[in-house]
């Protein structure tokens, strides 16, 4: 995941990437801290999706930009709009469906 510095270089990079996940998380979050890792190996099996981190504490904006209200955060993005979103406790086999429907949706 490449770690997001500003909202500029958030928005940049959600226009440059067809298939795009958003991983907003906060530093004292334990669950946070445990579903990265997670996030970082599932994407390892989907090499075309472009994933960004922001951390909530130093991009509050981004919790407003995309109306975050509690983190973890997982958004998926195709070709710029949001189209998935989970937050708190994310289900990886949900998160692995729209992988794959969105993948072959892209494909077509």
């Known amino acids: 995941m490449i770690p997001m510095q500003n909202m500029e270089e958030t928005e940049k990079f959600l226009t440059e990437h067809p298939m795009t996940l958003v991983y ?5 979050c334990s ?5 990265k890792p997670q996030l970082e190996r599932l994407l390892e099996n989907y090499p075309h999706i472009r994933s960004a981190s922001v951390s909530a504490d130093e991009l509050p904006e981004a919790a407003s930009r995309f109306e975050v209200l509690t ?16 937050a708190r406790f994310i289900q ?3 998160l692995e469906h729209q992988f ?6 892209l494909e077509q």
């Not at 907003?24 to 004292?28: A, P, V």
């Not at 997982?74 to 949001?82: A, Q, S």
Request: proline residues 3%; hydrophobic residues 40%.
């Open 71 to 86: 983190a973890p955060a997982v958004l998926l993005f195709i070709e710029g709009k949001e189209r998935w979103r989970g």
């Open 31 to 35: 669950v946070c801290q445990s579903l």
């Open 100 to 105: 794959i429907q969105w993948s072959e949706a």
């Open 92 to 94: 990886r086999e949900e």
């Open 24 to 28: 907003i998380s906060r530093s004292k």
